[in-house]
């Protein structure tokens, strides 16, 4: 297993993550305690020490199972991380309440890792509203022990992330994000990690494999990069990705079963970043990937200079690639429903009047209004 330095200890570069654990009959609040307790054990044999978990995650249930599965191990043989459910604005004003109960379920004294969870659109006023207390509270437990390390993850856009560092920068440990390499130009997820390294702060990363899309490739694709590596396994790529990115210390991965466990520990018995060809080559993948499956909008504004209900075209056709591409394959969407719920219901894409004004000045030839209808038709 590789390993990262942080503030003097030694972290795994592969951190187990409990989202996705084993499940019966498909239900995702009964977890697979036998099977999610040997994966544990797995981990821990092979060097795995951080264990990622969330009070919502498995419907309140991997932070039980979790703290069950490292109860018989040493405390400081592993690091524990969790999050403050900020996901759920009903939960504002319940950070001593709910930490208190997130400590009762995993049997912790203490978590290493803390996290603000989920900073977004739709949620980044009431963080940073003092009127709630959260970042306060979160700072007295640190001082007071309970916490170790304070961090947050995103999965809002970059003026958003910006928002939450000028206000909380200087006191955030880590930051964690979806981070991948289709991400990396789809979601502009390198100017995110650009920022992060300027600020000085670690980066974490979820959605390696963005839900397991990266896993399996089209035919073609996967051609060009086992000509490059014969012998790594296409889900390797993702990881290697990551491995030759600047500032990234931890990665997690949400596994659901042994299999895909022993692979990814597997990967991580050493570093094998991509050199520059091979690097190029995986950009090159993701521009064909991005330019069969995705709207191609340049961002040039006309159309919203021409739209009489003064709608951000651009915005919602990036939150329309999103929600495709992430459900391709059976993927679930929450970021596109998730921004959508910021945006005033006035503009939003049922707000359309169809009149074709945008299509006309539009120098893709991008069929907006079509567009509109189908959006509201899958998500609302």
Known sequence: MVYRDFQGIKLSGLGFGAMRLPVIDGDDSNIDKPKAFEMVDKAMSEGINYYDTAWGYHNGNSEIVMGEALAKYPRESFYIATKFPGYDLSNMSKVKEIFEKQLEKTGMEYFDFYLFHNVCEMNINQYLDPKFGIFDYLMEQKKNGRIKHLGFSCHGEME??????????????????????????????????????????????????????????????????????????????????????????????????????????????????????????????????????????????????????GLDIPHLISLYNEHFITIEGGGFDFIAPMALSAIPDEKRPASCLHCHCCEQVCPQQIKISDMMSDFVSEIG
């Open 160 to 309: 958003t992330l910006k928002r939450f560092i000028d206000a909380y920068g200087e006191h955030m440990e880590f930051c964690q994000i979806q981070l991948n390499y289709l991400d990396w130009k789809f979601q502009d997820a390198k100017a995110k990690v650009d920022l992060l390294n300027e600020k000085g702060i670690p980066v974490w990363v979820m959605e390696p494999l963005r839900g397991g899309k990266l896993a399996k490739l089209d035919d073609k694709f996967e051609t060009e990069l086992k000509e490059l590596r014969p012998d790594e396994a296409i889900p390797a790529w993702a990881f290697r990705f990551l491995q030759s990115t600047k500032g990234v210390t931890m990665v997690l991965s949400g596994m659901s079963n042994m299999q895909q466990l022993e692979d990814n520990i597997r990967t991580f018995k050493e570093d094998k970043p991509l050199n520059e060809k091979e690097m190029t080559a995986l950009m090159s993948v993701v521009d064909r990937m991005l330019e069969r499956k995705s709207i191609p909008c340049t961002a040039c504004h006309y159309c919203v200079s021409h739209c009489p209900q």
